[in-house]
């Protein structure tokens, strides 16, 4: 790989993303872009209303290092709620410039140089460049694709067994996952959480897909398993909940003793942010359950156009459990099997952009997702409808 100017070693290899790429295409070619996951629909009125209100009031000035009380005290309502978990809003909650920020900061307060975070992979985009600033080694533990048949993305309890050495520090949750959509079962997380309590690592979950969880799946937060709360810090966020993906609201909970580490880290990152959004994210974790159901019914409806459209085109796909996200196999419309190929055609085949897997993949495991390639389904209905259009009349030539 070619070395960019200027950039410390420690992120020589994070400098340009393909969602980038993938994004100027869309652009380029009028193309509709199931790349990037954010809705293009809003989110509640009711707590668009309380940032409206708040803008103009003490709320613009810096809010607390912690975050409003307000806000703390929701969340730690919320945790009760939804996973019955007890935190003390004043010394167990921190706000954060959204879950981005949250696992940053996480990584920067607990990992030594050297250390190793042990992670499932495919790998969300951001994990393996916080580890890297933290100067830590990512340890990847693959997960496998369902069958033609259907099944779901697991891994290899050996494979895990074997990424933890004397220098794992960190173990590095998501559940429900992005990209695959898979919801960690019951078993999946008493195996997970029976390894962490064995070898005695620190546990840090990104939840942020709590909430976007279909037909009956449940998320259970590990932090609720045996053993779990003493050593687990939850990250969540308002982004992909209420719509706001632009907010960036997130928290982390824990101990009182993890949650002062990453707020020494958090507080030299970005002190505070987001001060008139924080009341309204508040007033958005008190919405009744019904906002909650009413959220997932919604776009497991998206979720079921889209599988059926790309199902349609050639492209068979199990149809995720959970979050903003299906991934398809293209090696029956793309014999060579090379996603990356595949997406950089789309436009001029379908106009329509999704990302390539790959990029989602260590260097080392890079041919395990080779030919997948990820499609956002978070998009008004004429835009999933016209995309689901689009690919149906998708031109069979490969370019
Ligand atoms: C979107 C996303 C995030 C980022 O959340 P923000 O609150 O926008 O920082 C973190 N983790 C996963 C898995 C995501 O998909």
New binding site residues.
């Given amino acids: 790989m070619s070395r960019t100017p200027y950039l410390a070693d420690r992120l020589q290899g994070f400098g340009t993303t393909v969602f980038a790429e993938m994004s100027a295409l869309a652009v380029a070619t009028g193309s509709i872009n199931l790349g990037q996951?954010f809705p293009d629909y809003p989110g509640p009125p009711e707590v668009l209303e309380v940032a409206r209100q708040a803008i103009g009031t003490a709320a613009d000035q810096y809010p607390p290092g912690p975050g409003i009380p307000e806000l703390r005290a929701a969340i730690a309502e919320h945790q009760v709620r939804f996973s019955g978990l007890t935190y003390d809003p004043d010394t167990e909650v921190l706000v954060t410039a959204?879950?981005?920020?949250a696992?940053a900061a996480a990584m920067l307060a607990l990992v030594e140089p050297g250390d190793e975070v042990v992670l499932l992979e495919p790998i969300?985009d951001?994990y393996s460049a916080a580890v890297a600033m933290a100067g830590g080694v990512v340890r990847p533990v693959p997960l496998t694709p369902p069958g033609p048949e259907g099944g779901r993305w697991t891994f290899d309890p050996a494979d895990v067994r074997a990424a933890i050495t004397p220098r794992t520090r960190l173990l590095l949750l998501?559940t429900p996952h992005?990209p695959t959509g898979t919801v960690l079962s019951a078993e999946e997380l008493a195996f997970l959480a029976g390894v962490a309590v064995e070898h005695d690592l620190l546990v840090l979950t990104?939840e942020?897909?709590e909430h976007l969880v279909f037909d009956g799946a449940r998320h259970v937060s590990p932090a609720t398993l045996p053993g779990m709360r003493e050593r687990t810090l939850v990250v969540s966020?308002?982004?992909?909940t209420f719509n706001v993906?632009g907010w960036?609201v997130?928290w982390i909970c824990g101990p009182a003793p993890l949650v002062s580490a990453v707020r020494t880290a958090k507080q030299f990152l970005t002190y505070v942010n987001a001060g008139p959004f924080q009341p309204a994210v508040a007033a958005g974790l008190r919405l009744p359950d019904a906002y909650v159901a009413g959220v997932a019914r919604d776009l497991q409806y998206r979720r079921d156009v889209l599988v059926q459209g790309l199902r349609d085109a050639g492209l068979p796909v199990v149809g995720p459990e959970a979050t903003y996200f299906a991934t398809v196999d293209v090696r029956p419309v793309q014999p060579d099997g090379d996603g990356l190929a595949f997406c950089r055609a789309l436009p001029a085949r379908a106009g329509v952009v999704a990302v390539p897997s790959g990029v989602f993949y260590t260097p080392e495991h890079a041919h395990l997702g080779r030919h997948l390639v990820r499609f956002a389904f978070c998009k008004g209905d004429d835009v999933l409808g016209e995309a689901v259009r689009r690919l149906a009349a998708m031109d069979g030539e490969p370019a």
């Fill in positions: 996951g959204g879950a981005t920020e696992l969300y951001s998501n992005n990104d942020v897909y966020s308002a982004g992909k993906t960036k997130g």
